[in-house]
């Protein structure tokens, strides 16, 4: 029989809806398909194409102890307008900072089209108080955050407490309306691919309105499988109850090449719907300056050095 | 007072555990070595080929589905029946066909039971020997095992009446298959008193069943048999081999006949693994390992 | 939030490079180690099914040449080879593993060209695996004394073997590599509408200094393969091919003291339980029958799905059938080429029209064919009865048929409701059911939560109407050894 995740409908957001299925999931299987979609070449008439969506659909993040609010204006302005030489290249979708700078990144964004995001909720860890997370997502909102990206309490997930953790991500919800809410799974830690499916399912029905990967504070953060896992249980979840949820890589992401192929396993896995920054995401700092090279390679036919391009 | 008058045995075909005549109520003589009358052994038809194969269909799936344990024990019991009952199939050996002297049918009778022996004690052994895990290039467990092909026609070496039958039956039997054995025409007693011997033995009914009667009438139906999953051509003549090679050929039969080695009944060459495996199908399973 | 931005994934037409592969005009046989004339003075050409043009034309052997081709093994097997130490041999086999290596690009694009299939599948697959299978055998020819207990394994002499053209270069791997470890000769004949790869491996069997008549190819459709496997010089036969053909040879070979292994004919099942990863048996189904368009002995023809998941099942297969490429197999992103020949597009066409004059329910995602070339789009079929044609006969074809089920039990009977036995797929998370149907599968191979997987190291065969004898591991070494106590 499938597995039902034991949580309780109604404390759940008008959008949660319990006992949606849970499918298991063959790792090797998964795996080969992921490779197989890696494989497919893209048509160098819509490398442009695919180079443009990668960033608009890119959070530019900067998660550093050493954060200064002239650091957030800079990577802001960036995210306006990634290559100051070359106006055709399209803003990114958010900038995601930490909730103290939220406020510094809203300013410097204001009328672009670059939303603000802030992780918040005890990131990474996610395991303060309850009562202090979701004072810190209620803050990050209230300093202009547009989306808010939390993580999913691995502790009670990994032993069991689905309650818990459901719970969670729908107080999550309330507090960060009118926000959207992204929920890292913190693949890294799930230990399966069984885990990151159900985990997927738990977030979803809980409210999430988008799934993310990872924080990019462990060794381990995306992969193509992880995405297309990912990619799988997002789709069942839009199958069987009509819910559209985005999802979020991040972590890892730092070539053009591995963008492309999260484009492809998102498009062939979800379908063009969701190659749009309404319903997916590349979390990256450094992604930025290759997809730039490969922009320019591409215009220019010569290979890009990495100095023609600013750091941040 | 006269001596005690003897009571004879009346010989009968096997068929699904039951010792009954042919169908067709036909039977016909069987004489020694010195042309004397020895029984009236059952002429089995076409329609007992068949009903034959029915029954080894229908005891083949519940026979492959006893323990390896299971089958091994019921083979050494065959062989701890026909220990007890050496003297009768010495004397049964001795007074068939070209005959030969007693100390010669004790020695077949022996090497008999004894291939019997060799055989139960591999009947968990065999798919060790035969399959295992096989290392492929991928994240797979990889096994492969020998599985009983189904149901086996032996058409049983003339002579010896012995030792050919149960060095040729034990092979097909002991994986899991049922066998459909066309006893020696000339020598067909010794077959009918190894079906008394294995309806004592445990052994399931249906599992041997065996048919006595005139070969040109009984190949052709067992050959031609499209549920029957491999046939030992072993006792058949060239021509009759080849009539019923052909006729397997339509249902991609097996067919399997004893070398010359292999012939050579009291040798070690006589017995194999390899005859086991003659009669079973290698199944592989994959399964991927993964997390 | 952003706008939404318009973007349609849009693969490449990437096509390989036909540029490595050199044609000739005409093709000789490949007899007693150089390519020579045909005695019967016939050619026939051999064309390529995505195009329709004519790649080469090469020789319709005779019974003159299949004499002499015989008499060649029968002379290289006495002259030496059978004799040959082991590691002698082990080391011709690895050279032609290596050379293989070095020119799979060559091979894999000539046997997308020959045969239509995709690209993706000749380089990933068929070539790779044929160099492994002599890689693998390569290292048994000097340890055949380790491979069977308390028997000795001697050659058999000269073995005929006949492939189809489904795998081309791979079944000429499957049959040669074991035969020539274990010492003896052979005549192969590949099949008439793929004979070039087969020719081609005729080139690298030279520059691997094989001593000569030890393999000879030749050429020609059923008259060739009819003569070759009467021909009294052969020992052993080995066929892969069509049950009917095998049925004839079968009748042939009987009571010739000819040892004969064939590898036939398939319809298996796919059996599908509600636990199982739905989604990894979305590709494993995809896998399983629209691999190389179906035209795979093994192909998971039929779909059994148990009742409470089939409408979600059918409805990522056909999510997924809709994302599925068919056309030019040399592009890189082709999921599903060209079908081999017209004749075998007809039969395809012919039980597809069956199927829906039957009463099942076709769905075909909405693809655009080639114009040119025998192509046909990958094709489900539901509301499927055992009985019908589509359930019962081999299609050879991208043409999957649907039946449900609701107790493993009634899996198992109309899994095994065949008189062929080749292969069968299990998917379910319970291990204890899985290993419980495996055994009760009447299928020479069991993929559990997998499909189509192949190894040089894994045996592949059929129970039943699907052949006797293995191929693959050591159990694929017996067909071509006797063993002497």
């Known amino acids: 029989m499938s597995d039902l995740l034991a949580v309780d409908a109604s404390a759940g957001t008008a959008d949660a809806v319990a006992g949606v299925r849970i499918t298991p999931v063959d790792a090797v299987g998964l795996e080969q398909r992921a490779a197989a979609l890696c494989a497919r070449s893209i048509k160098t008439t819509s490398k442009g194409a695919a180079l443009d969506l990668t960033v608009r659909v890119m959070d530019l993040t900067t998660l550093e102890g050493a954060d200064t609010p002239e650091r957030v204006k800079a990577l802001c302005a960036r995210a306006r307008h990634p290559d100051a030489g070359d106006r055709s290249v399209p803003s990114v979708a958010a900038v995601c900072v930490y909730p103290e700078l939220v406020s510094v990144a809203a300013e410097a964004l204001a009328g672009a089209s670059v939303v603000v995001a802030s992780v918040a909720g005890g990131f990474p860890a996610g395991l303060a108080p309850l009562d202090a997370r979701l004072a810190e997502i209620a803050g990050a909102v209230a300093a202009g955050a547009d989306e808010v990206d939390i993580v999913l309490n691995r502790s009670a997930f990994l032993s069991g407490r689905y309650q818990k953790a459901y719970d969670e991500i729908a107080a999550a919800k309330q507090s960060c309306r009118p926000a959207h809410l992204k929920v890292i799974l913190e693949t890294g830690e799930l230990g399966a691919y069984d885990q990151i499916r159900r985990a997927s399912m738990l977030a979803m029905v809980a409210g999430a309105d988008f799934i993310k990967t990872s924080t990019g504070k462990i060794g381990a953060s995306a992969t193509p499988a992880t995405a297309l896992c990912m990619a799988e249980a997002i789709r069942d979840m839009a199958e069987q109850t009509g819910r559209v949820v985005g999802l979020k890589l991040a972590g890892g992401v730092r070539t053009a090449k591995q963008a492309w192929h999260y484009l492809v396993i998102v498009g062939e896995t979800l379908g063009s719907d969701w190659l749009g920054p309404e319903r997916f995401r590349l979390g990256a700092s450094s992604l930025l300056n290759d997809v730039l090279m490969q922009r320019a390679k591409l215009g220019s036919g010569r290979y890009q050095r990495r100095e023609y391009f600013s750091v941040d | 007072m006269s001596e005690r008058l003897a009571v004879n045995k009346t010989y009968k075909q096997f068929i699904g555990g039951a010792f009954e005549r042919s169908e067709s109520g036909r039977s016909y003589p069987v004489v020694g070595a010195g042309g004397e009358l020895l029984a009236h052994a059952v002429q089995g038809s076409r329609k007992d080929v068949r009903d034959a194969v029915v029954a080894a269909r229908s005891a083949q799936e519940v026979w492959a589905g006893r323990t390896a344990y299971n089958r091994g024990q019921i083979l050494y019991r065959v062989a701890e029946v026909m220990e007890s009952r050496r003297g009768e199939f010495a004397a049964e050996v001795a007074r068939a066909g070209d005959g030969c002297d007693g100390s010669m049918a004790a020695a077949e009778t022996a090497a008999a039971i004894d291939r019997w022996v060799w055989y139960a004690g591999w009947a968990d052994k065999f798919a060790t020997v035969l399959g295992g895990a096989n290392p492929v290039a991928g994240p797979y467990f990889n096994l492969s095992v020998p599985e009983p092909v189904g149901v086996v026609g032996i058409v049983a070496p003339g002579e010896p009446p012995l030792l050919p039958l149960v060095s040729r039956l034990a092979p097909v039997i002991v994986s899991g298959n049922s066998a459909v054995v066309l006893a020696s025409e000339r020598c067909p007693l010794a077959a009918v008193t190894l079906a008394e011997t294995l309806a004592l033995s445990d052994v399931p009914a249906g599992v041997v069943n065996i048919v006595t009667g005139h070969r040109d009438e009984l190949v052709p139906p067992l050959a031609g048999h499209a549920a029957v999953d491999s046939l030992d051509l072993t006792g058949c003549g060239a021509e009759q081999g080849a009539d019923a090679a052909r006729q397997a050929a339509a249902t991609i039969t097996r067919v399997v006949s004893a070398s010359t080695a292999e012939r050579q009944w009291f040798d070690e060459a006589a017995q194999s693994p390899y005859l086991i495996d003659a009669f079973c199908e290698t199944k592989t399973v994959w399964h991927p390992k993964g997390r | ?485």
């Not at chain 3, 075998?344 to 597809?352: G, K, S, T, W």
């Open chain 3, 1 to 485: 939030m952003p706008p939404a931005v318009d973007f349609s994934l849009d693969y490449a037409p990437a096509p390989e490079s036909t540029a490595p592969v050199r044609l000739a005009a005409q093709y000789g046989l490949f007899v007693g180690g150089e390519m020579v004339e045909p005695a019967s003075g016939r050619l026939a050409a051999t064309t390529n099914p995505a195009t329709g043009e004519k790649l080469a034309e090469v020789s319709v052997a005779d019974a003159a040449d299949v004499d002499r081709a015989v008499a060649a093994a029968r002379s290289a097997w006495e002259g030496g080879w059978r004799d040959l130490p082991g590691a002698e041999r082990a080391k011709y086999l690895y050279r032609v593993a290596r050379l293989l290596q070095e020119r799979a690009r060559e091979f894999a694009v000539l046997e997308t060209m020959d045969g239509g299939k995709p690209i993706r599948e000749s380089r990933d697959l068929d070539i790779p695996l044929a160099a492994a299978h002599f890689f693998y055998y390569a290292g048994w020819a000097d340890k055949l004394d380790y491979a069977f207990s308390g028997r000795r394994a001697a050659p058999v002499g000269v073995a005929a073997q006949i492939i189809p053209w489904n795998f081309p270069l791979l079944m000429a791997a499957w049959k040669l590599a074991p035969a020539l470890a274990c010492g003896n000769t052979v005549v192969l004949k590949p099949a008439p509408t793929t004979p070039l790869t087969a020719l081609l491996l005729a080139e690298v069997l030279r520059d691997a200094d094989v001593p000569a008549g030890v393999v000879n190819i030749i050429t020609g459709g059923d008259a060739t393969g009819a003569a070759l496997v009467a021909h009294p010089g052969v020992d052993k036969v080995a066929f892969t091919g069509s049950t009917e053909v095998g049925r004839a040879i079968g009748a042939e070979v009987a009571a010739t003291g000819k040892r004969l292994t064939l590898e036939l004919g398939g319809k298996a099942a796919n059996i599908v339980f509600e636990d199982a990863a739905l989604d990894q048996v979305t590709e494993g189904i995809v896998n399983g029958i629209y691999f190389n368009g179906g035209q795979v002995c093994c192909a998971g023809a039929r779909l059994l799905v148990q009742e409470s998941v089939a409408d979600a099942v059918v409805g990522k297969l056909r999510r997924r059938m809709d994302t599925l490429r068919v056309g030019d197999p040399l592009d890189k992103n082709t999921d599903i080429g060209a079908i081999n020949s017209q004749a075998q597009l007809d039969r395809i066409a012919e039980l597809v029209a069956a199927g829906v004059a039957e009463g099942a329910e076709l769905y075909a995602p909405q693809c655009e064919l080639p114009e040119r070339g025998f192509f046909h789009p990958p094709v489900l079929f539901t509301n499927v009865s055992t009985a019908h044609r589509i359930a019962r006969e081999e299609i050879f074809g991208p043409v999957l048929s649907v039946l449900t089920f609701r107790t493993a039990t009634e899996a198992v009977a109309k899994a095994n409701n065949t008189p062929y036995g080749l292969s069968a797929g299990i998917w379910t998370e319970k291990g204890s059911r899985l290993l419980w149907m495996a055994d009760r599968m009447q299928a020479g191979v069991v993929w559990a939560n997998t499909f189509n997987r192949f190894d040089p190291a894994s045996p592949f065969g059929g129970y039943r109407e699907s052949g006797h004898g293995r191929e693959g591991g050591r159990a694929g070494l017996l067909p071509y050894v006797e063993l002497v106590a």
